[in-house]
């Protein structure tokens, strides 16, 4: 295998469009988000997933302005080591590889229960082995099959939604099915908002979840064959996907299904048979709703495992770049895959998989630890991108040098940041209130490990947050 040390730019511009298009798109739609209007209403859990789309979108502007600027495969840990302080990408870079890499492990197990779906019988082990072998080929090979894997693997979802949308409108307006269902679960019972706002604010969580994966866009501007066109163009995809799927998405399901069906809350409990799609799907006749939503969620644990895979060892390869993990990992081979990288995620992931069968309890740690990963991830980029801006215009640049402009600076990631720490933070306050310590550390381990990474790094090479005047703002890597 002959080595280099440097990645491709090899991913078309619908590649990365379609990465960001169906990163957010899996089973927090398919599966968790009718459980939102279950414990919000109709009207709470519209208004929790606008908000966190909000969020998102003012955080992928941001992350959009940083990568335009300086297109990396490490994104925001480079990011954040290089505009705020280098513990911090050193922290930020291993939680965010590590955990990724556990997460795979998490959907190579859920991609078995999927299948057994069909193969009841089948052993659970063989099926999460050969998802796993699968996704080693399909990112050891080229970055552009890694790309035209989750193109197709995203057309199959965003295809699922749309004829979701069209059906369920035709439902509401009475063209398809039966008169008109009309609007009358937004004001059934204590509808449209129940619970008040400690509701709404309790469903951001699971409205936040939803979007984890969209700064993956980031992370594919180190290998977009021309990343100035391809990441403004996803970004602004971000913000219409969100609309349209999320948004309608959850407005039809409250349409079609009362907020006191239990089928909400089942459905998110992994049950297919009572997904809101199913369910929806079963009453405009399809007989086999419940296997094609299962085949579709299916293709969302894939691309899910398959884009995981893909971030971490990214990630490990940029942290050995910046000299945050042995050089070993910086190497690639001819076609530009950091193949040492990858075999470490793998590894990883397996070593993760294998804990789920022999000691669960360590497993449910691990799992734990993966939790909040995306959400700290967030807070690096708000916190990059508001550093990033006022040192480049403090060293008497002008802001027509970008190729991107961030919307709504500084009150956008100022935002996002307040938004992303409330979610951390409310992940699970009822721990708290009952001083159950088991479950505090299971809900925010990872957040300890981030601060030991740090603080470990910053005493060990007695690093400061950079000073404005001192960040390099133009210079490539």
């Known amino acids: 295998m002959s080595q280099t040390n440097s990645v ?48 998102v979108y003012f955080l992928m502007t941001s992350l959009g302005e940083l990568a335009t600027n300086l297109p990396v495969s490490g994104s925001f840990a480079t990011y954040n080591a290089r505009y705020v302080d280098p513990a911090l990408g050193f922290a930020m870079g291993w939680n965010y590889w590590f955990n990724w890499a556990i997460t795979v492990a998490v ?28 996704i080693f080929l399909i990112n050891a090979l080229t970055v552009s099959t890694f ?9 199959i979802k965003v295809t699922t939604v749309i004829i979701f949308l069209i059906i369920g409108f035709a439902m509401i307006f009475g063209i398809m099915n039966g008169p008109a269902v009309g609007l009358k679960n937004f004001t059934y019972k204590k509808a449209p908002f129940v619970g008040g706002i400690p509701a709404i604010i309790n469903v951001f969580l699971i409205a936040g979840f939803s979007f984890q994966g969209t700064e ?16 403004p163009k996803a970004i602004n995809d971000v913000f219409w996907r969100i609309l349209l799927f999320y948004i309608l998405s959850i407005f039809v399901i409250a349409a079609l299904i009362p907020y006191t069906s239990p089928n909400l809350l089942s459905a998110a409990n992994g049950n297919i048979a009572v997904s809101p799609f199913t369910l929806v799907f079963k009453r405009a006749g399809l007989a086999f709703a419940a296997s094609f939503m299962n085949a579709v969620v299916l293709t969302s644990v894939l691309s899910s495992a398959n884009s995981g895979a893909y971030a971490s060892t ?14 070993i990992f910086a190497k690639t081979t001819k076609g530009g895959i950091p193949f040492y990288a990858l075999l470490a995620t793998i590894l990883v ?31 690096g980029i708000a916190l990059s991108h508001y550093r990033f801006r006022r040192a480049f215009i403090k060293q008497g640049h002008q802001l027509s040098e970008l190729k991107y402009h961030a919307k709504l600076f500084p009150l956008g990631p100022i935002i996002a940041l307040i938004l992303c720490i409330i979610v951390i933070g409310g992940q ?21 490990l981030v601060l030991i990474l740090y603080f470990g790094y910053k005493w060990k090479h007695h690093t400061k947050i950079i000073p404005l005047d001192e960040i390099d703002v133009s210079s490539e890597i």
């Open 107 to 134: 959907d190579i197990s859920t991609a078995a229960l999927l299948i057994q779906y069909w193969l009841p019988k089948s052993p659970g082990w063989i099926w999460s082995l050969l998802v796993l072998i699968v």
């Open 428 to 448: 699970n306050i009822e721990a708290f209130v009952k001083w159950d310590w088991q479950q505090i550390g299971i809900t925010y381990i990872s957040v300890p």
């Open 216 to 231: 993956l866009i980031g992370v594919t501007a180190g290998e977009s064959e021309d990343p100035t066109k391809a990441v």
């Open 314 to 327: 990214r990630m490990l390869y940029s942290l050995a770049q910046d000299k945050y993990a042995p050089q």
């Open 349 to 379: 992931s397996l070593l993760t998989f294998t804990t789920s069968i022999f000691g669960q309890k360590i497993y449910m740690w691990l799992v734990a630890a993966s939790g909040l990963t995306g959400f700290i991830a967030w807070v």
């Open 8 to 55: 491709q730019r090899n991913l078309k511009t619908r590649h990365v469009t379609m990465i960001a298009l169906g990163g957010c798109i899996g089973t927090g739609l398919f599966m968790t988000s009718g459980s939102t209007i279950s414990k919000a209403g109709p009207g709470g859990g519209l208004v929790a997933y606008i908000a966190m789309g909000l969020m």
């Open 147 to 155: 790309g035209e894997t989750e193109y197709w693997l995203s057309i």
